[in-house]
C-alpha cells in the first residue's frame, strides 16, 4: 500500500505472484517470526541483512528526518515483501516497520534469498513487478500531491483503509480497524497534522466520520467518495 492508495485494487502481492514451487523454496529457508502490536520489525539506519514476508498483519513504514521529523511512507498487509532494499544491497535500513496489528512474517536471510531466485525465476520476476509497482505508486503520489486537495487525498485514504481494514456496520458506517494516528494520517497524505486534524473536524461536524483515541469510524462513506473520486 502506497500513502495514497492503501490496499487499492489491483495491487498484487509478492506473495500471491508466486507459484507452489517458489513457495516452498522460500518456507524452506525462511524463519517464522512474530511481532506484538507496536513493535519494531526493524529500525531505520540499522545494519541487518534479511528480508520479511508479512503472513499475517499489518505494518506500517516510517522514516525519521534529521530533524526528528516522522512521516508514514505506506502500509503493508499480508503477502507483502518488506525490507527488501536493505536486505539486497546490505546498506542501512532506509525506514522503520512498526507491526500495527499482531504479525506473523517470515524472515529470509538476503543470501538465501537471492539464491532462491536465481533458482526459480518466478521469484525474480515477482521481486521485480513489487519494485516496479512500487516506483510508480510513488511517482503517481507525487503527482497527486502537486495537483489534488488534501481533502480528496485524505478521503481516498480512509476509503481505501476502510476497504482493507474495515469493520462494516448494520447502519453502513465503516471501522477503520488499525491504531492510525492523526500525525500517522498526515504522514500518509504528505500534509500537516493540523490541516488534517482541522478537515477531520469539519467532517466530524458534518456527520461524515466519528473519531476516538487513534480510532476512526466513516459514518457517512458516499460523502467521502465523492471527495476521494476525484484523486487519480
Request: glycine share 10%.
Amino acid at each position: 500500500m502506497s500513502r495514497a492508495e492503501p490496499g487499492r485494487p489491483g495491487r498484487a502481492s509478492f506473495w500471491s505472484l508466486l507459484d507452489d514451487g517458489a513457495r516452498q523454496r522460500l518456507l524452506a529457508v525462511g524463519e517464522a517470526v512474530a511481532f506484538a502490536p507496536k513493535t519494531d520489525l526493524v529500525r531505520q539506519y540499522e545494519l541487518t541483512d534479511h528480508l520479511l514476508v508479512i503472513r499475517r498483519g499489518c505494518v506500517k513504514v516510517s522514516r525519521t528526518s534529521m530533524a526528528g521529523y516522522q512521516a508514514v511512507l505506506a502500509i503493508r498487509d499480508s503477502g507483502d515483501l518488506l525490507g527488501e532494499q536493505a536486505g539486497l544491497d546490505g546498506g542501512p535500513r532506509s525506514a522503520t516497520l512498526t507491526a500495527l496489528t499482531a504479525v506473523e512474517a517470515l524472515e529470509l536471510p538476503s543470501r538465501d534469498f537471492r539464491a532462491a531466485a536465481r533458482e526459480a525465476p518466478v521469484i525474480a520476476l515477482a521481486l521485480q513487478q513489487v519494485l516496479s509497482e512500487r516506483l510508480r505508486e510513488a511517482d503517481g503520489h507525487r503527482s497527486a500531491t502537486g495537483s489534488d486537495a488534501v481533502e480528496a487525498r485524505l478521503a481516498a485514504l480512509l476509503l481505501d483503509l476502510g476497504e482493507e481494514h474495515g469493520v462494516r456496520g448494520g447502519d453502513g458506517s465503516i471501522l477503520i480497524a488499525l491504531p492510525l494516528s492523526q500525525d500517522d494520517l498526515a504522514g500518509l497524505v504528505l500534509s500537516s497534522r493540523r490541516t488534517v486534524t482541522r478537515i477531520l473536524e469539519q467532517w466530524r461536524g458534518r456527520g461524515w466520520v466519528a473519531t476516538g483515541r487513534n480510532r476512526l469510524t466513516l459514518t457517512r462513506p458516499d460523502e467521502l467518495k465523492r471527495l476521494g473520486g476525484t484523486v487519480g
